[in-house]
């Protein structure tokens, strides 16, 4: 994929004009949100990336002052991403633009460094807002997000092993295959997934699938 960088633009941009990058893995999204954001005064799109390497590569290049990024694209993905690109340059500021609102999934990504999470449905002045207020130094959650960060902290976290037991769950694996693969007894598997279950809610292992998937505790 070839990466893209905007012409610079022939009209005199304000003095508060704030650059912008765009990490989508979908072209009519980026040219989309590239026509609707160039239309604000203080707004330019500096650069698009299509996904996560890109992403990297070309804000090293531009040093955008505001990244939007999707949360789940080829290769490395958006949270990746922002921990790379934040590793590199700890003065980014990136707002992840994505459909998925997973709990896990926004807590990784801010855990990562992101300032901001909008969901891509979110209304188009609610986005300038949180162009502005990320690029002013601020922080930016919507609040459907924010309730979801919120449940998250409320639930009992699962250790690193049941994260490791629950994505072999989602991937249709049985007790022995599980501990087969993390050479452990069946009997200690079983003790795992009975925990999962009672820390995630569920009533058997096709809920809590669910469940993991929709938080995005696991992936396909």
């Known amino acids: 994929m070839v990466m893209q960088s905007r012409p610079m633009s022939t009209r005199q941009p304000p003095a508060t004009t704030i650059r912008v990058m765009i990490a989508d893995d979908h072209p009519a999204l980026r040219e989309g949100l590239s026509a609707l954001l160039e239309r ?3 707004l330019r799109v500096v650069a698009m990336a299509a996904n996560g390497q890109e992403a990297v590569a070309l804000a090293r290049t531009h040093q955008p002052d505001v990244i939007l990024m999707d949360l789940r694209m080829p290769g490395l993905e958006g949270a990746d991403a922002v921990a790379t690109i934040c590793d590199q ?3 980014a500021r990136i707002i ?3 459909t998925y609102d997973g709990d896990e999934d926004i ?3 801010l855990r990562a460094g992101a300032k901001g999470y909008l969901l891509k449905d979110v209304p188009c002045e609610e986005l300038f ?3 502005r207020q990320v690029h002013g130094g601020q922080k930016y959650i919507m609040s ?3 309730q979801k960060l919120a449940d998250r902290f409320q639930s009992s976290e699962l250790t690193e092993r049941e994260l490791e037991v629950l994505q072999l769950l989602v991937q249709g694996n049985t007790n022995r295959d599980i501990s087969e693969a993390l ?3 069946e009997g200690t598997v079983k003790f795992h997934v009975r925990n999962i279950l ?3 809610g569920a009533c058997d292992r096709t809920q809590a699938v669910t469940i993991a998937l929709k938080r995005g505790l696991a992936r396909l």
């Open 107 to 109: 807590y990784r990504a």
């Open 183 to 185: 050479c452990v007894a």
């Open 40 to 42: 604000q005064s203080d």
């Open 198 to 200: 009672d820390k995630l």
């Open 129 to 131: 807002i949180a162009i």
């Open 89 to 91: 340059w700890p003065e």
């Open 96 to 98: 992840i633009l994505t």
């Open 144 to 146: 459907q997000v924010a």
